[in-house]
């Protein structure tokens, strides 16, 4: 492979990892405070594509703003789906919260067939994002610059608002804590609605983002990407932003390499991430950047 | 300031208190002392608002808080520096201390209020930056101390303060309750070493199985015969 090729491959495998990234921070950000895996965040995922698709045909909104509305709808689907469906199962088994979101899970995707049809949708790009550049003998798309760098900037106002507000404190601390967080007049039901508003937002832009590098939308195309997801969020050690990012890239970084180097396994791709989370989770369950699993005392 | 009525809890099928009433007078040291199991943390617990299932009257200030989520507590002047310390060992001292500021706004107010807690406790000055799981036992007693008082509490409430602290700790803690009670905090404190807390106590009142059995002024309940007996060593 020459190294034109091969970088190439590296700007999709940045690009894809951007994506499966921005979703599993939202997989971590969830696990770290309540310890349930929100079986509906690859929805919220399809839900931001849809509400691009919905805001341009239908509503003729201009594509930034359309964007701009679909993350803030998909943020409040989040926290809806908590208010709903999570919280009044907060004291409840940890099992019952996990049954909860598989049903949430279902039932949105089974909506948007109903809502949206099974049939896919083309989606609308601007030229811009697509018009294939050349830097000397490599040829990309826009995209595969734009994605990562929005990826970048997204993570890095998330880790601010976490390590630099008085709310991120409050999440740091809820993480550890619920009921010693709530003796320091936290409302902790707020602070979780804001995990689920900014995790949903950030699937949702990797969900608008993923339909125009994939220009087409459907409503189970959240599903794959949520397991791949996960599973690069157990990857980075689940519970660690930084980890979910670096999980993603990883992930991002296997599935594209494997494919251009050994192109006869092609067909294979998906397996490589089950296989590497099976393969995670006999050598080092508590991921690369993941804490040792304490019991509390 | 804080008053108690016929307080019952209940966890599962378990009575735990069986009709509690005592009385916190502003500006003093009041402790409950007993057995483990006795109901002394239930108490505090339950004035908290960590407690479900209750019923009876508690009155802060006249006004009847039952019911009330521990976050609205807090912005109502209680605070509580729950039993083993429970600081956040992932944050700085400095985080675990504005965690206690968390209802606050007031900047001034608030850095008037660290200085003051450094002033207590001249060891968290110098590990400002460190994590709160770094510090000793006795260094994360004073932190939780600390983190209690930056909400700026009328009542203080305390769980155990002096549990697993070397003999020099725990007198070096209740010198400091004393300090911050003189400072016109009100404390009600909860305690297994006996003695110590009537020592340092206004009025002291002895629970048994849910129940009040005994109370008196700190100084009246350390020449009990009684007291002596059960909590005192004879």
């Not at chain 1, 018009?131 to 880790?159: D, K, Q």
């Not at chain 2, 983190?147 to 509490?153: E, G």
């Amino acid at each position: 492979m020459s190294l034109d090729m091969f970088i190439q491959h590296l700007f999709n495998a940045l690009t894809l990892g951007s994506l499966y990234g921005l979703i599993a921070i939202g997989y971590t950000m969830v696990y770290g405070i309540l310890r349930l895996i929100n079986f509906a965040h690859g929805d919220i995922f399809m839900l931001g594509a849809y509400f691009v698709f919905f805001g341009v045909t239908l509503t003729k909104l201009p594509w930034g703003i359309a964007v701009i509305l679909a993350v803030a709808l998909s943020a409040l689907c989040g926290i809806v789906i908590d208010r709903i469906a999570y919280r009044p199962l907060r004291d409840a088994p940890r099992i019952s919260a996990l049954i909860s979101a598989i049903g949430v899970s279902f039932f949105i995707e089974n909506l948007g067939l109903v809502v949206f049809t099974g049939l896919p949708k083309p989606v609308y790009r601007p030229d811009w994002l697509v018009e294939i550049i050349t830097l000397g003998n490599i040829r990309i798309l826009p995209l595969a610059l734009i994605v990562p760098a929005i990826a970048f900037a997204l993570v890095m106002g998330l880790l601010w608002i976490v390590y630099k507000t008085k709310p991120g404190l409050a999440m740091r601390s809820i993480s550890k804590d619920i009921e010693t967080t709530r003796l320091m007049g936290v409302s902790v039901d707020k602070i979780i609605a804001l995990t689920f508003g900014l995790g949903s937002a950030l699937a949702a832009a990797s969900g608008i983002m993923w339909a125009l590098r994939y220009p087409q939308i459907h409503p189970f195309m959240g599903v794959f990407p949520g397991f791949k997801a996960f599973i690069a969020a157990v990857l980075g050690g689940i519970g660690s932003i930084q980890g979910a990012m670096i999980g993603g890239m990883l992930l991002g970084l296997i599935e594209i390499m494997a494919v251009a180097f050994f192109p006869a396994l092609s067909g294979y791709r998906d397996a490589f991430a089950f296989i590497l989370l099976i393969v995670i989770l006999l050598m080092k369950p508590t991921g690369l950047m993941g804490e040792k699993l304490e019991e509390k005392v | 300031m804080l008053k108690i009525e016929d307080l019952h809890v209940y966890y599962g099928g378990i009575h735990a208190l069986k009709g509690l009433s005592l009385e916190v007078t502003d500006g003093q040291i009041v402790t409950l002392i007993g057995a483990n199991g006795a109901g002394k943390s239930s108490t505090l617990r339950s004035i908290a608002g960590l407690v479900k299932n209750r019923k009876g009257k508690i009155l802060f200030e006249g006004q009847n808080i039952l019911g009330k989520t521990p976050e609205a507590l807090v912005g109502m002047g209680i605070a509580m520096c729950p039993e083993g310390r429970r600081i956040l060992p992932h944050l700085t001292v400095m985080e675990n201390l504005m965690l206690g500021a968390y209802i606050r706004n007031d900047r001034d107010g608030i850095s008037k209020d660290l200085d003051w807690v450094f002033e207590l406790f001249p060891r968290l000055k110098e590990r400002t930056w460190q994590k709160g799981g770094t510090l000793s036992g006795g260094e994360q007693q004073m932190l939780a101390l600390g983190r209690a008082l930056m909400s700026r509490p009328k009542l203080l409430m305390l769980d155990e303060p002096s549990l697993g602290l070397a003999p020099l700790l725990v007198k070096e803690v209740f010198e400091i309750i004393r300090t911050i009670n003189a400072e016109g905090k009100t404390v009600l404190l909860v305690e297994q070493n006996a003695y110590a807390a009537l020592k340092v106590a206004h009025y002291a009142y002895v629970l048994e199985v849910g129940e009040i059995v005994l109370q008196g002024t700190g100084e009246a309940l350390i020449e009990n015969p009684k007291v002596r007996e059960a909590y005192l060593g004879g």
